[in-house]
């Protein structure tokens, strides 16, 4: 047995708790940086936050120009305004975008350099500045996890910086936070959870030593991500259609905070697989919400790494809610499948990577590029080759779970 557990110093759940926050700001430091977005400052319920650390913490700047998907300029401007007022400690509030941005922040702030100095795996050289990580959302699950994901204008596309060192000091998760998400946020932001529970669930395992646990980040999955995975997976399948229809479902939101946690805790030590990986160059080259690209390209991974899983599909079906008591594993198995096809429906995710403008020619050059995010394809339980994840790819754009090659009359 070789497993290690990952996490905040401390992690406060529940309706409520961001009344916490400026205690816990004012115990991390007396010089501090909020990093947030414009949309959210301008909520009742941030802009509380914030008057309320800076009655209680000597100096407070905000830098609110957050921007989606974390570009390295809104790293210089935050590093800067950081280093105007010598922060000692850093607030984020918002989504995955302004936890991820804190998090890089941070790495500089203590170390110096560039994002680009700390791109893989565990590249950080040490601990960084506290940070507090109050999330808004339930779907990135960064409040928790080890990763920065950027946007870097000289790649083609997304990168990450992934260490335990940039793990958030104190994580506070209030469902509250969470009631004013428009509909479409919600959705992208709950099944990019979800598929962080089921990638986890489904990762390869990996064979390790000693050294791994500290030298590595991501280590496939283990007993430990399965009993995360799996009551994640169960929350968010019994809450994210109800809350997409209705954000004042107040206990469908307390719901998807709880396995958007619970999921961040799964992949920060198993890590994310295929859907993620194909994702990066996908979205960047689109445009699209991280949350949507995930979720539309679940399935087609899925159902490529079938023969590998067929056992842990067949479980996630009875996680969900299906009735698959007499049913094989390979009939239980279709079953989630189908049943995937209909939430993504349901929640508005696009059927097809046609759909979202992804041109037919370029899936071999985004196969290509994915397979180079080895942290991240090397935890996907079917063959990882170039032709087979461009075979999942043709699957997708195609809209058909079960043609997975092209054939002579689609030339």
């Known amino acids: 047995m070789l497993e290690t557990v990952r996490a905040p110093r401390q992690l406060i759940v529940g309706e409520g708790v961001a009344q916490n926050i400026p205690r816990v700001v004012a ?149 509250e936070l969470t009631y004013t998400c428009p509909a479409t946020v919600t959705a992208h932001s709950g099944i990019d959870a979800f598929c962080h529970a089921v990638e986890s669930y489904t990762a390869r395992p990996r064979a390790h030593g000693p050294r791994d646990p500290v030298e590595q980040v991501f280590l496939g999955r283990n007993s430990i991500t399965d009993h995360y995975a799996l009551l994640a997976a169960e929350r968010i399948a019994r809450s994210l259609p109800h809350v997409v229809r209705d954000g004042g479902d107040k206990e469908a939101r307390a719901d998807m905070s709880y396995g958007s946690m619970l999921a961040g805790l799964a992949f920060s030590h198993a890590g994310n697989a295929a859907p993620h990986a194909l994702q990066y160059p996908i979205g960047a080259a689109t445009h699209t919400p991280h949350g949507l690209g995930v979720g539309l390209l679940l399935p087609y991974a899925l159902d490529a790494a079938r023969d590998a899983i067929g056992d842990r599909l067949a479980i996630l079906a009875e996680v969900c809610g299906l009735d698959v008591t007499d049913a094989s594993d390979a009939e239980a198995a279709d079953a989630f499948l189908t049943w995937l096809d209909g939430l993504l429906a349901d929640i508005g995710i696009p059927a097809t990577l046609a759909d979202i403008g992804v041109a037919r020619a370029d899936l071999p050059r985004f196969a290509e590029m994915a397979s180079g995010v080895t942290r991240l394809i090397q935890n996907h339980p079917g063959p990882t080759d170039t032709a087979s994840l461009t075979a999942i790819l043709e699957a997708a754009w195609l809209g058909d779970r079960n043609r997975r090659v092209l054939t002579p009359e689609d030339k």
């Open 27 to 175: 115990e991390c430091g007396s010089r501090v940086l909020i990093v947030t977005d414009r949309v959210l400052l301008g909520q009742p319920g941030v802009a509380e936050i914030v008057a309320a650390v800076r009655e209680k913490v000597e100096v407070v700047e905000v830098f609110a120009d957050a921007s989606p998907d974390v570009p390295l300029a809104d790293v210089a401007l935050a590093v800067s305004v950081a280093a105007e007022v010598d922060a000692d400690a850093i607030l984020a509030i918002g989504g995955g975008t302004v936890i991820d941005l804190a998090k890089i922040v941070g790495v500089i702030r203590c170390h110096g350099g560039t994002p680009r100095d700390f791109y893989g795996e565990s590249k950080v050289p040490g601990p960084t500045i506290p940070l507090v990580a109050v999330p808004t959302t339930s779907g990135t699950g960064s409040e928790l996890t080890p990763v920065s994901v950027l946007t870097d204008p000289d790649r083609e596309l997304k990168v990450g910086v992934s260490s335990v060192h940039i793990v958030p000091d104190f994580a506070i998760v209030d469902p």
